[in-house]
């Protein structure tokens, strides 16, 4: 099973309930950190790394011996990632998206691939909880292709949690796609919730069951619950605001380590998540 | 004209609450959100829509059933796993390359522009605002980012205002990269927390690969004193300027859910105090960046 954690907002606490949700269980577990633009999850798991992979994307390369400067390179491409400019072409490596289409193009096969770093991807383990993720390189753009990256990692032979990035655009669709069930992680603001219908959109658009999770539930006002209620969006958790919380998180500590009722409460989440993923319901995705 | 961008890296530090507080400080501005992903601001500013734009970016292939014969072709050139075997292109999974397009011997593929959003330029209680909404699951927020901050220096010199305050997105990718090219400065707004310094060096890192000068705040400053002053060690040492600490006050969310700034919730509080000081130390700063450019 694959439990995505997304939010729409950044900072509703998405990266705590999946580590928390990920140490609490007591089977065999993977845990993904798909946020690569900003990762945090191994700063709370603190794996130990085994292994690290340079991860790149296919840009073109272009033999000038075998070139004519006929321009249908830069014709296809959709993204102004090739030119041809006098006498010379140019490829610009951080705008191309990889297509192949000038390399499929070229009547004079005078393109090869060569790579353009994207990051890096870090597996490791702890306790035997297998762990990965990807750390986009500063100054790269696209995170996408790092996250399908991060994600052909995934066994399906054991739970594996994702921790997705904020927003709702491609990034966290990339996280979020294939997955049994979506949990958002929200908290009961004018922000929280706006960011939250953005984030239910795109939930339903993959067609994948969802919950949801209210952190910080008595501060703000009851407009969340309500819409969760109207939209038919189980509340799996509720988390009340604890300074003590908050403190423990800036330090980089899982409650779940050393509170047995937090313990209780993620593994009563997960038998939730588990109940709806498992009731035999035709998936409209 | 100079712009501010207020950027994170870690989402929910306080970028917004912090920007739209600025608004109710700031002279002769335009505000941006630039974060179309999840844009937040208006929440607070309640834009009054005077202009309302599509935003069409990037295409779509669409395969006509009738004209298809199956050959296959486009399968075994799309990198992107966006055609099935029923050949049909699944519209989330298409880049907008047009490579199926461009190849399919049949020219059964259409590649229409998408509209992927709305763009506006509006008027608020402090002055005019460019904004967006970027539709859910779209891409090119990017080339958003940055249609909408040359609409907001469009309005300014229009309005002969001279300043322009950007509310950035999260992360250190393409939006981020998009809402910094050409910034006069950033704010990075950080939280005290393993995490908010491990997502203030990247996003700090970013900025300087730009050449753009940052400054640096702390929100929630008492939540963890260690950690945030881990995050001004490393600024000093990166030569980022410190621009001083909120405390943690629950105030802010209370002005948020009334739909207020700071400011216009209570005006006299420890942690409207510590934002009244921050934005009149990073004011000064970009006066004196202006001076020091027009020497």
């Not at chain 1, 007591?26 to 798909?34: R, T």
């Not at chain 2, 029923?86 to 047009?98: A, H, K, L, R």
């Not at chain 2, 945030?228 to 629950?250: H, L, S, T, W």
Request: charge should be negative; glycine fraction near 8%; include cysteine.
């Amino acid at each position: 099973m694959i439990i995505s954690v997304a939010s729409g907002k950044g900072g509703t606490g998405k990266t705590t309930i999946a580590t928390n949700l990920a140490c609490s269980y007591e089977g065999s577990v993977q845990f993904l950190d798909c946020d690569v633009e900003e990762p945090n999850a191994h700063l709370f798991i603190r794996p130990d790394i085994h292994d690290v992979e340079t991860i790149r994307t296919p840009v073109p390369e272009v033999d000038m011996e075998k070139c004519t400067l006929c321009g249908k390179c830069s014709e296809i491409c959709q993204f102004n990632a090739i030119a041809v400019l006098g006498e010379t072409v140019l490829p610009f490596p951080e705008l191309c998206h990889s297509c192949g289409g000038c390399m499929a193009v070229c009547p004079e096969k005078a393109i090869t691939e060569t790579g353009r770093e994207l990051g890096i991807i870090e597996r490791g383990s702890r306790k035997g909880m297998a762990f990965i993720h990807g750390k986009l390189r500063i100054g790269e753009a696209m995170a996408p292709p790092l996250i399908r990256k991060v994600r052909e990692n995934i066994r399906p032979d054991v739970l594996t949690i994702i921790d997705a990035p904020p927003g709702t655009s491609c990034p966290v669709i990339a996280s979020m796609k294939g997955a049994d069930f979506v949990l958002l992680v929200t908290e009961p603001t004018p922000f929280g919730l706006y960011d939250l219908k953005l984030a239910l959109g795109a939930v339903k658009l993959l067609g994948i069951p969802c919950g949801l999770v209210i952190n910080r539930s008595d501060i703000g006002d009851d407009h969340v619950r309500a819409y969760a209620e109207a939209e038919k969006v189980p509340v799996l958790m509720e988390i009340t605001f604890a300074r003590k919380i908050a403190e423990a998180y800036s330090r980089g500590e899982m409650p779940v380590e050393t509170d047995d009722h937090w313990k209780a409460m993620f593994r009563e989440l997960y038998s939730r998540i588990a109940a709806i993923v498992q009731t035999p319901i035709e998936k409209t995705g | 004209m100079q712009e501010l961008v207020v950027i994170s890296g870690k989402g929910g530090t306080g970028k917004t609450t912090l920007l739209a507080a600025f608004a109710s400080l700031a002279h002769n501005k335009v505000l941006c959100d630039a974060d179309v992903d999840a844009a937040d601001l208006h929440l607070i500013l309640d834009p009054k829509i005077r202009q309302r734009h599509d935003f069409q970016s990037g295409h779509t292939a669409e395969i006509n059933p009738e004209a298809c014969t199956r050959c296959g072709l486009c399968r075994e050139l799309c990198r992107f796993d966006a055609i099935g075997e029923n050949f049909q292109v699944d519209p989330i999974s298409c880049e907008g390359c047009g490579v199926c397009y461009y190849f399919c011997p049949e020219n059964a593929i259409a590649f229409p522009l998408n509209t992927c959003g709305e763009w506006y330029v509006s008027d608020t209680r402090f002055g005019p605002m460019a904004h967006a909404r970027l539709g859910i699951a779209e891409e090119n927020s990017g080339k958003l980012v940055t249609l909408i901050r040359q609409q907001g220096k469009e309005r300014a010199q229009r309005d002969g205002l001279d300043l322009l305050l950007t509310d950035g997105p999260p992360g250190v990718g393409c939006p981020v990269i998009a809402s910094l090219g050409g910034a006069t400065a950033v704010l990075i707004v950080a939280e005290p927390s393993v995490s908010g310094l491990h997502d203030m060096e990247r996003v700090a890192q970013l900025a300087a690969g730009f050449n753009i000068p940052a400054m640096v705040c702390i929100n929630k400053f008492d939540i963890n004193p260690e950690q945030g002053k881990a995050i001004e060690a490393y600024a000093e040492k990166k030569n980022i300027a410190v621009m001083g600490r909120i405390p943690f006050d629950p105030m802010f969310t209370k002005a948020m859910v009334m739909g207020k700034t700071l400011f216009e919730y209570n005006g006299r509080s420890e942690g409207s105090d510590a934002v009244r000081s921050i934005w009149e130390k990073v004011a000064q700063r970009l006066d004196d960046m202006e001076r020091k450019n027009s020497q």
